[in-house]
C-alpha cells in the first residue's frame, strides 16, 4: 500500500511539474493581431538565416569540387597570384562525408526558403532546417577532424587546400545559422510571435536577390576556372573580387576570351550587388525605424501625454488650478476679467462649441499640445541622426577590427597594422593590390568576409548620409547663400539679429529716404519687409514654404477663433484651393510641415462634411464631435475624422509626411461633400414628390367636395 501510494504522489508531482513547464509555452496561430515582440528574433535572425545560408552552400561546393590536401610545386607567384599547388586525391570516405554535408546544407536551405514562401508550415519545416543545419557542420567536422588524425598532409610541401579551409568555414556558418534559428522557435514557443516569419515582400526579394548573387559567383567561378586556367577556389575568389569593384590585380585575364567575358559577367554581378545593398539599406532602415525610432517616439511621446492634464479633468474636479496650462489660464483672465479693456466678446455658439469657454482658449491648449508633439519630432530626429551614427561607426569598427585580426593570423607575414590597412582599403573598395591574402586559410575566409563586411559597411555609410553629409551639405549652402550667392534679405536678416546695427541700418535709410524727398513712417518698404521676415521667422516652416506661404494669408490663432462660419459652397472652395495647395507640396518632393494655425484650416476643411458632427465644423481638432477635448481616432467609410495631436492617433506619428497626410484627409473630405449633396439632392427630390403627391391629393378632395 505504501508503495503504491509513493507512486502514485512521484506521478502527481510529475504531472504538476509538467504542466508547469508547459504552462511556460504559449504557442500562437499562425495569423494574429496580438502584438509581437523580440523584434530581432522574428525579422532580422530569420534574414540573416536566409541570405547568409546560400553563402554556407557555397562554401561546402567549393569543399566538395576540389582536394583537401595540396602540394606546393612551385613558391614564385602563378596565375592566380600565389604558389603554384596542385591538388592530391582525398580517400573517399572523406568525399562521402563531404557530399552528406552538402546535401543536408542544400535541403535544410530549401526547407527555410519554402518556410518564407509559407509552402510548408513553420513547426515542421523549421526544425527540419534546424536538425539539417546541425547535421551538416557535424559531418564536416568529423571528416576535417578523422582526416588530420588519419590522412594529414605529410611533408614541408604539402599543405591543406582551400577546400580543406572552406569545410571548416561551412560548418562554422551553419553551426551559427542554426543556432540563431533555434533563438527564433523559442521565441514561437514563448510566444512572442505568431508562427510564421513576419517578412515584407521587399524582405524577401532581398533573399531571392542574395541567392541569385552567389548563384552568379559559382557560375562566374565555373567559367573563369576553364578560361583562366587556375583551380575553382581561385576563380571565386578572382569573381568576388570582380563584383565587388575591390580589383586587386593578383588575379587577371590574360587571354581575349577571358577579357571578352568580363565585360558581361563584371557588369551583371555589380548591378546584382547594387540591388543587395539597396535591399539591405532599405531593410535597416525599416527595422531600425519600426524597431527603435517609433519606440523611442513612443516613448517621449507617453512621457509627455502623462504629464498632460486636459481642462475636462479640471473641470470634473472642480477647479482649473493644475487641469489648465499657464498659458490658457493667462488667457482666460484676460477673456473674463470684467475690467479688462481688450475682452473678448464670445458668442453662444463658441461656448457651446468648445464645453463652455471660449475658442481662443482651448485653441491656445491645442497648439500647446501641438508644440509638445513637434518637440517629440525634433528630438527624434536628433536622436535618429546620432543614433545611425554611432551604429555605423561600432559595426565599422568591428568588422575592421575583427576581420583583421583573423587576417593577420592566417597571412603569417602581415603586421596587424598591414591587417589594418588591408580591411580599410577593402571596405571603402579602393583596392590598391600592395596586400592581397596568399595563405590558403586566407583566401576563403576572405571571400566569407568580404561578402559580408563590404555590402554592409556600404549600406552603413549610407546611413551616414543623415548625419555627416546631411550637415556637410548644410555648411556649405548657408557659406554659399552668404558669401558667393547671397540671397535676397540675407544680410539684413543677419543685422536685424544684433540691436546696435539693426539701429544704425534704420538710421541710415532714414537719412536716405529723407535726402529723396520721402516721409519717414512705420510702413516704408524696407520696414515692411523686415516685419514680414519678423512674422514669417518660424523654425518649423522652411524658406520655400515662407515664400509659397506669401499667396496663402497667414491668420492667427485670435483670427481663427473670430472667423465666422463659412458657408457650405464657401467651404467646399475652399477645400478645392486647399487641396491644390498641398499637391503642390507633395509633388516638391520636400519634407513639409505645417504650423498650428495652417492645421487649423485643414482641420476645418476635413472635419466640415462629418455627418455625425453636432459641433461648429469650424472649430479646431478638439472643438468637433461634442464636448469632448481630447477626441479618440474615428474612422468609419469616408477615413479619419479627429484625432489628439500628443496621442496614438495623431498625424505626427504617420508614417506618411504632412502633405501625404493632409492630401488623403482633403480627398476624403471632398468624398463626402459629394455623398452629402447626393443625399440632400435625393431627400429633396423625395420631398418634392410628396408635395406633388399631397397636392394631387387635395385637388381630387376640392374636386369630389365640388361634385
Known sequence: MRNGSSDEATKADQASLWRRFKGNFQMRPPEDDEPQSWWIASTAIPLVAA????????????????????????????????????????????TGMNAASLVCGVVGNIFLLLNFTQAVRYIIALPVTIILWFLAPAILCAATASLHIYAPPVGP??????????????????????????????????????????????????????????AWLLIGAAIFQRVLGISFADALYFCDITVLTLGFGDVTAQTATGKGLIWPYAVIGVIMLGLVVSSIHRFAREVHYDNVVRKHIESKRQWTFDRTITSKEGDSAGTTGPAISALARRESQIAYHPHHKHQPIRSAIDTLATGGRPKVIVMREEKDRFDAMRAIQYETMRFRRWNDLVISVIVFGIVWSCGAVVFWL?????????????????LLTIGYGDYTPQSNAGRPFFVFWSLVAIPTMTMLISQMSDTVVASFNHGTKKVAEVFILPEAGTYRGFIARIPFLRSALRRHQEKKRVERGFPIGADTPDEAGSGDAERNKDPILSRSRRNSARNHPQRTIEELAQQPNPSPFELAQQLAFAIRRVTEDVCSGQRKRYSYEEWVEFTRLIQFTNPRSASNPSAGPSQSGGDENTIALEEDEYGVLNWDWIGESSPMLAHQSEPEWVLDRLCESLVRYVSTQEQARKERLKAASVDEEMTLAKERDLGIEES
Open 51 to 94: 541570405a547568409a545560408g546560400p553563402l554556407a552552400n557555397v562554401m561546402s561546393i567549393v569543399a566538395l569540387v576540389m582536394p583537401w590536401r595540396s602540394r606546393i610545386i612551385s613558391r614564385s607567384t602563378g596565375p592566380a597570384g600565389n604558389w603554384v599547388q596542385e591538388g592530391y586525391d582525398d580517400p573517399h570516405w572523406s
Open 157 to 214: 610541401d604539402d599543405v591543406y587546400s582551400q577546400a580543406y579551409w572552406s569545410a571548416v568555414i561551412a560548418a562554422a556558418l551553419y553551426f551559427l545559422l542554426g543556432v540563431l534559428l533555434m533563438i527564433n522557435m523559442l521565441g514561437y514557443f514563448l510566444g512572442r510571435y505568431p508562427q510564421h516569419f513576419s517578412l515584407t515582400d521587399d524582405q524577401r526579394t532581398l533573399i531571392l536577390q542574395m541567392t541569385a548573387l552567389v
Open 410 to 426: 592566417l597571412e603569417h607575414d602581415w603586421s596587424y597594422f598591414d591587417a589594418l590597412y588591408f580591411c580599410f582599403v577593402c
